[in-house]
């Protein structure tokens, strides 16, 4: 991001030089715009036998017990265009013959809305699944909206088939 300078209606002139001249693509433009990833608020842990387990941050802001916790599967998978992609699977209830699939909303990733899910699918009675964009949470890459394209294609052929 560029530095900051004499502000005008709320951004400075470098910045906006920065949003619209670096460089003058729209699609560039409107991944600058659309696209907010934070810091990630999770991470994935491979044990020696392959198991994977979610490690939550504070910032997470964690809601219920070992017991939610330990119902939610985390892996990823490959887009088509070489990304990793995070993924989640929270089983809500068991017994259930639906599993909704939810994309989360900008500057979030699975770590925040874990605790969201849970209580999802608990009140609607259903499992969820979710997956994190290109450079959110451990998926790699970049945001961009090519990559938002092939990030969801990955998810829904992991979720029918998995």
Known sequence: MPEQGPRM??????ELCW??????????IAAKLAFLPPEPTYSVHTDTEGETSLHLTERADWQYSQRELDAVEVFT?????????????????????????FSHGNAVDLGQMCS???????????????????????S???????????????????LRNK
């Open 140 to 158: 790699t890459g970049k945001p961009s909206e090519k990559n938002l394209y092939a990030d969801i294609e990955a998810a829904w052929q992991v």
């Open 9 to 14: 209606n709320g951004f400075s002139l470098g």
């Open 77 to 101: 998978t490959r887009s088509s265009r070489g990304n990793r992609v995070g993924c989640m699977f929270v089983r809500c209830a068991p017994n259930s013959r639906y599993t909704l699939l």
């Open 19 to 28: 949003l619209f001249c670096c460089p003058p693509c729209p699609s560039r």
């Open 116 to 138: 969201f899910y849970i209580g999802l699918g608990s009140r609607i009675n259903c499992n969820v699944f979710s997956y994190d964009y290109s450079g959110y949470g451990v």
